[in-house]
């Protein structure tokens, strides 16, 4: 049985991460609230472009002259995976290297892949590995905006058109709540087409367009793929928030559970060495009076 002093150590140091574990859950629940915020925001916005640029192209005779949704043989991949810049997060990231490891696996077995990591966690699980990497925006979430969203999908759309990509592919958390979050593998490019249940759910309209279809149509469709660029990174960012939140929780009730067996511990290990005591000075008593 260990000693007073060990026990009593390890009482102190589980104390010490238990205030640390609740701190860092406050502080993701603060951070998850404006992420929520962003995403939820966000949503609606996405969606509607995205219905507003189905029901445009849907009758137009060049629709199928979109430069981002022309199909060819798949022999260059570039996935793109979204992870946390920090751990602490339970299998949020490992889902993600999970996921791409097997895509490739799979997928792209015979094809030539390309990692463009967002994320210092995805940057530090691939740059290890034998593929091609494009590093120039692994640390986006330091300074998570719009603006540095679109760089990072311009140099994909960009890569797209010239030929160097046949394919590109996003894997990210998507946000359900704070205790679940699902891992996407989404084909960013080429375009996918809507399911035609879902047209047929949604409203047909009439638009009139200055100063024609095909300008509409070419405005639209970069400005659609960078929203659902940026979309993808905010469903991460929220899902990393809820993920932390979740884990350093459940931290802050197993160092609960271990203080209560730890000072049942230390309390049985005082009550024996007290015991102990009082039976040498009773044991000494009886010597002495046997004398």
């Known amino acids: 049985m260990a000693n007073l002093k060990e026990v009593k150590e390890r009482i102190t140091s589980v104390v010490s991460t238990q205030q640390i574990t609740k701190a860092m859950k406050m502080v993701s629940a603060a951070k998850l609230r404006r992420a929520q915020d962003k995403i939820t925001q966000m949503r609606p916005y996405s969606q509607k472009l995205t219905q507003i640029l189905n029901n445009v192209s849907a009758a137009s005779d060049g629709a199928a002259d979109i430069v981002f949704a022309e199909k060819r043989e798949v022999r260059n991949v570039l996935i793109i995976p979204v992870t946390s810049d920090k751990g602490l997060c339970g299998a949020f990231n490992t889902n993600i290297i999970k996921a791409v490891n097997l895509a490739v696996a799979k997928q792209f077995s015979d094809k030539d892949i390309t990692i463009l990591p967002i994320g210092k966690k995805a940057f530090e699980a691939f740059k290890k590995r034998d593929f091609k990497l494009v590093s120039d925006y692994s640390q986006l979430f330091q300074d998570l905006t719009f603006d540095n969203a679109r760089n990072a999908a311009e140099f994909a759309m960009n890569a797209f058109i010239a030929g160097e990509y046949d394919q590109?592919?996003?894997?990210?958390n998507e946000f359900k709540n704070v205790a679940t979050q699902e891992v996407v593998v989404e084909q960013f490019l080429p375009m996918a087409k809507e399911d035609s249940t879902q047209e047929e759910k949604a409203p047909e309209v009439d638009y009139i367009m200055e100063p024609s279809r095909k300008y509409i149509i070419e405005e639209l469709v970069p400005t659609s793929l960078k929203i659902q660029f940026y979309k993808a990174v905010l469903e991460s960012n929220a899902s990393e928030h809820g993920a932390r939140m979740t884990a350093m929780d459940k931290a802050t009730?197993?160092?609960?559970?271990?203080?209560?067996?730890l000072r049942l511990m230390y309390n049985r290990t005082r009550q024996a060495a007290i015991t102990n005591e009082i039976l040498e000075i009773v044991s000494g008593a009886n010597a002495l009076g046997g004398k």
């Open 253 to 261: 009730e197993n160092a609960g559970e271990l203080l209560k067996e």
């Open 168 to 172: 590109v592919v996003l894997v990210f």
